[in-house]
């Protein structure tokens, strides 16, 4: 096949492109690395590891996820983390994120004493993806879906009347009510749809910044 040298020019100048474009983002990258710091999490018990994180008022997911491609990358400065389990005190800690840096937070969650088991309960089983959504049973965080869809896995609860909600960053809330009665068996399932943080509620959103 005959090369003209015109060609050979334009390979090269492609190739010279793309090793700019290539060397441009590494350094973007490296530069974001530099200015970004870093919240690992650590939790010695199950309770821990399955306990929902909250950073400045929004919800990132669960604790023992939260790593590698769901890792937390923050701008330098102070921020709040609130870790949170059902029929446990929520744990606090503000925390400054140094540029470039890793910090570890080492989780301990201790029970509530205002934490009740009803005598009498019914049985309520979640099927929702994603797993790793928020649930919250009358306004109140509960755990992540996963904890409740799997073999074994449902909440006991008083029977009556609840309002089920199911939220994640980038997806519609999911809200409905359910009527149990006492020993009942009782399933909500569903797959969140698609959507904007603008539509979930202040229960997972950061709170607007003042005008």
């Known amino acids: 096949m005959f090369v003209t040298t015109m060609q ?10 793309w090793l700019l474009v290539m060397a441009s983002g590494t350094k973007t990258v490296n530069a974001q690395n530099q200015v970004m ?3 690992a999490f650590e939790g010695k018990t199950k309770v821990e590891r399955d306990s929902g994180v909250w950073i400045d ?13 769901k890792k937390i990358s923050l701008l330098p400065g102070e921020h709040e983390v609130i870790v949170r389990q059902s ?3 929520d744990f606090v800690q503000k925390v400054v994120v140094e540029p470039g840096q890793k910090r570890v937070i080492s989780v301990t969650l ?21 797993g790793r959504a ?4 009358d306004e109140k965080y509960v755990g992540h879906a996963g904890e409740f869809g799997g073999a074994f896995k449902s909440m006991k609860i008083s029977p009556g009347k609840h309002r089920v909600r199911v939220e994640l960053p980038g997806y ?5 009510e359910v009527n149990l009665l006492a020993n009942q068996d009782t399933e909500v399932k ?11 509620t202040p229960l997972i959103k950061p709170p607007d910044p003042q005008p």
């Open 57 to 69: 008022g929004g919800y990132v997911g669960y604790l023992k996820e939260l790593k590698d491609s």
């Open 134 to 137: 928020a649930v919250f049973l």
């Open 87 to 89: 029929g446990y005190e």
């Open 8 to 17: 050979r020019w334009r390979a090269a100048l492609c190739i010279l492109v």
């Open 37 to 39: 710091g870093e919240l």
């Open 172 to 176: 519609r809330t999911f809200d409905t």
């Open 190 to 200: 569903t797959e969140l749809i698609k959507g904007s943080i603008q539509q979930n």
């Open 110 to 130: 201790h029970l509530s004493p205002r934490a009740t088991v009803p005598e009498v309960t019914a049985t309520l089983k979640l099927k929702i993806k994603p």
